[in-house]
């Protein structure tokens, strides 16, 4: 497949006792052609393992042969995180393809994707515009961390889709007053204030897995014509 990579991959230090790691992600799509449905596009993470020690270690340029394939569910397995990375499909039947650079926040890996195919106009003779995916995930592991309840997941997902139709945008983050919020497209994911956890029942939902973001909570934004 001829995939076509339009933004710069997004690159983390993860310190170690020897120095330090470099975590590595980048996503792939046919920006130009963004209705394609013919390239099987991919999101590729690297673990450049001592890559930050004082003397890093020299290796092998590494290919997609050298790299674990995650699963469609669930995390790698303990054999598979030995890898010096994975790879990921994304659907191709739907012509799902990356957005812009992806972002770490600690064992994080947040992205965005467009999917051209599934969303149709109420006009008889408009094209199908699609829709985009809010992707988070576990770096290390493959794993997803969304848990949203209103899709009545058994186990955590890898991603959500976005309510509004059509191409999103890059993940962004903003961090003000000790609380962070994840922006994509019309998609925000916040985390809760100290205040805002004080008497919340076990069943409310957490957008994403405390283990890796902290507790968070989805929140909408709107423009509002006056």
Known sequence: DNRRFYDSPAVALLRTNAGGDLMIALTSGY??????????????????????????????????????????????????????????????????????????????????????????????????????????????????IVNDELDNASENQRYIDEAMPGLGSTVQMLY????????????????????DKKGLEDDDSDLLNAGVMGSVSRMRWYEVNE
């Open 31 to 144: 920006r130009e052609s963004p209705g394609s449905t013919t390239t099987q596009e991919k999101v590729i993470f690297f673990r450049d393992v001592g890559a930050w020690n004082i003397i890093p270690p020299v290796r092998p340029v590494l290919g997609m042969a050298d790299l674990a394939v995650l699963p469609a569910t669930g995390a790698l397995t303990e054999a598979a995180m030995l890898m010096p990375g994975w790879q990921m499909d994304l659907q191709r039947p739907l012509g799902e393809k990356g957005m812009g650079t992806p972002v770490f926040f600690n064992f994080a890996l947040l992205f965005s994707t467009y999917v051209p195919k599934g969303v149709i106009s109420d006009l008889a003779c408009a094209p199908d515009i699609g829709f985009s995916r809010l992707y988070a995930m576990n770096a290390l592991t493959g794993a997803g």
């Open 176 to 195: 003000m007053d000790g609380q962070l919020t994840v922006l994509a497209g019309t998609l925000a994911i916040a985390t809760k204030s100290d205040d």
